[in-house]
C-alpha cells in the first residue's frame, strides 16, 4: 500500500504527530490533489483537543484539516474540466476522509474551484472554511445590503476578517469589534465603526443593529447573550461558535428577536464567486502565519492563544 506524510492525532489525548497513513485512493467523482497548504481553523484545535469533531472520529491516527490548495493529480476522467496539473483550492469531507494536514486528499469535485490566480498556494489555503462561513452567514443568511447595520464580532479573526469585507462589499453598514492592535486595520476592510472589546462595552458603543454576525457567542464574556440587547424587535443574530451557547434560540425568542446557529459545508460553486472577488480584489486574504507542516502543533499553540490577524496556514510541499 502507498503511504503518505501527514499530521495526525494518534489518539483522543490530543497530541498531534508526524505519521504515515494511507495515500488516498480516488473514486468515482472525486479528484486526487497534492496538497501545498493546508489552512488552519479552530474546529482543528477543538477536535485535537478531544471536542469539537472527535466523537466522530472512527480510525485513528485522524488526520486534521478542512482547508487545502493545490495541483490535481488525478481527474475523475479523462475530459473532466479539472484536468491533471489544474490548481485547486477546497475543503475536505473531514472526518468522513483524511484530512489537508497531508501530502494528498480525495475530494468531490462539488467541494473545489480552480485556485484564484492572484493568490499563492499558502495564501489561497487560508480561505476556503472561513471565507465560506461568513459567505454562508452575511450572504446567504443575512443577505447584506445597502442600509443594513451589521455588528461583526471577532472581526479581525479568520471568518470575522472576510465577513467584514463581504458585508461592506454588498453595502452594509459594519461595526466590528476588535482589540486595541486591530483598531486600524478593521477600517481597511470596510468597518464604519470599529469597537476596541478592550476598552468598551460593545451594547454602549453600537447603537441599534439588524443584523449580529456573531463569532464569538458565549466563549469570552457573554458576547452572544449581550449581543441580543443591540438588535431592533425582530432583528437576527447568526452563532458560528455553537457549542458555546447551546440555548441561544429560546434566549432569542425572549428578547423578541431571531436567532439561527449557522455550519459551514464544502462548497465549489459559491467558492468560484468568492476567487472572483479575490482575484478582481475587491476582497483580500490576510495570512498572519506560515508554518511549515511538521510544525503543526505550534500552529495550533498559536491559534488557541485567540488573536489570530487573519489566517494561520501550513507549508505541507514546495509551490
Ligand atoms: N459553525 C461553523 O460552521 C463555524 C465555521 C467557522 C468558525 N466557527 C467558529 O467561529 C469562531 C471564530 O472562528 P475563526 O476562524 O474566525 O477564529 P479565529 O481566527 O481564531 O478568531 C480569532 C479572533 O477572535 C477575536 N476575538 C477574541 N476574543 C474576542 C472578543 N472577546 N471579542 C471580539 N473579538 C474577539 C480576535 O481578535 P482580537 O485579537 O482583535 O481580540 C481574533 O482576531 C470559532 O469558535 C470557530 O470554531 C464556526
Given at each position: 500500500m502507498m503511504t503518505m506524510r501527514a499530521m495526525g492525532?494518534?489518539?483522543?489525548?490530543g497530541a498531534l504527530a508526524p505519521c504515515d497513513v494511507p495515500k488516498p485512493t480516488k473514486v468515482n467523482s472525486e479528484v486526487l490533489v497534492r496538497v501545498v497548504a493546508a489552512g488552519v481553523n479552530p474546529i482543528d484545535s477543538k477536535t485535537r483537543a478531544g471536542r469539537g469533531l472527535t466523537p466522530a472520529i472512527?480510525?485513528?491516527?485522524a488526520v486534521l484539516g478542512f482547508d487545502f490548495s493545490g495541483v490535481v493529480v488525478e481527474s475523475p476522467y479523462e475530459a473532466h474540466p479539472l484536468k491533471p496539473g489544474t490548481e485547486v483550492f477546497g475543503m475536505t469531507a473531514f472526518p468522513r476522509s483524511c484530512g489537508s494536514y497531508a501530502e494528498y486528499v480525495s475530494v468531490s469535485t462539488l467541494s473545489v474551484a480552480r485556485?484564484?490566480?492572484?493568490?499563492?498556494h499558502l495564501e489561497a489555503a487560508a480561505v476556503p472554511l472561513a471565507a465560506l462561513t461568513a459567505w454562508g452567514m452575511v450572504v446567504d443568511i443575512a443577505k447584506a445590503h445597502e442600509g443594513q447595520r451589521v455588528l461583526i464580532h471577532a472581526g479581525s479573526g479568520g471568518v470575522g476578517h472576510f465577513a467584514v469585507q463581504f458585508a461592506a462589499y454588498f453595502g452594509a453598514h459594519v461595526i466590528a469589534t476588535g482589540s486595541t492592535r486591530n483598531v486600524g486595520w478593521l477600517p481597511e476592510l470596510g468597518a464604519a465603526q470599529v469597537i476596541d472589546h478592550t476598552q468598551a462595552r460593545f451594547e454602549d458603543e453600537a447603537?441599534?443593529?439588524?443584523?449580529v454576525i456573531d463569532l464569538v457567542g458565549n466563549v469570552h464574556d457573554d458576547t452572544g447573550t449581550r449581543s441580543l440587547s443591540v438588535l431592533r424587535p425582530g432583528g437576527l443574530l447568526i452563532n458560528a461558535p455553537t457549542g458555546s451557547w447551546p440555548t441561544v434560540l429560546d434566549d432569542a425568542i425572549e428578547a423578541g428577536v431571531r436567532a439561527t446557529t449557522y455550519k459551514v459545508a464544502p462548497d465549489g460553486q459559491a467558492l468560484n464567486v468568492i476567487c472572483r472577488l479575490l482575484d478582481s480584489g475587491d476582497i483580500h486574504v490576510n495570512v498572519d502565519r506560515v508554518f511549515e507542516l511538521v510544525d503543526a502543533a505550534a500552529a495550533h499553540t498559536l491559534l488557541d492563544e485567540g488573536h489570530t490577524r487573519g489566517k494561520i496556514v501550513l507549508r505541507v510541499t514546495d509551490e
Open positions: 492525532i494518534a489518539d483522543d489525548t472512527t480510525s485513528w491516527p485556485k484564484p490566480r492572484s493568490l499563492s447603537g441599534t443593529v439588524d443584523v
